[in-house]
């Protein structure tokens, strides 16, 4: 079993940034993926980034190429996601992810552990 706790969510204005980070419990955080998710009222729940169990491969959602980097730190069970230019549409609950696998993917029902999710608020 893998606990997920989600930090560094808050109100920003937009165009500044913020950084997310996701601490795992358990001594086996190097084998699984991670990833991060987003859900906005009223919307289905969406891919943001993702990361394999190195950092070295890592996947973007369009929406947010080029804006934020995810990266992780095996030595200290977290996974951070550094979101930069944020827009009002980056607006959202943001939910990290593990994976029983050393490869991650893109799709929501291949993640097995979730975290409760912190609130990020970008304001026009």
């Known amino acids: 079993q893998v606990q997920l706790v989600e930090s560094g969510g808050g109100l920003v204005q937009a165009g500044g940034s913020l950084r997310l980070s996701c601490t795992a419990s358990g001594r086996t955080f190097g084998n699984y993926a991670m990833g991060w998710f987003r859900q906005a009222p009223g919307k289905e729940r969406e891919f943001v980034s993702a990361i394999s169990w190195s950092g070295g491969k890592t996947y973007y959602a369009d929406s947010v190429k080029g804006r934020f980097t995810i990266s992780r730190d095996n030595a200290l069970n977290t996974v951070y996601l550094q979101m930069n230019s944020l827009k009002p549409e980056d607006t959202a609950v943001y939910f990290c992810?593990?994976?029983?696998?050393?490869?991650?993917?893109?799709?929501?029902?291949?993640?097995?552990?979730w975290g409760q999710g912190t609130q990020v608020t970008v304001s026009s």
């Open positions: 992810a593990a994976r029983k696998s050393i490869w991650a993917t893109t799709r929501t029902d291949d993640y097995d552990y």
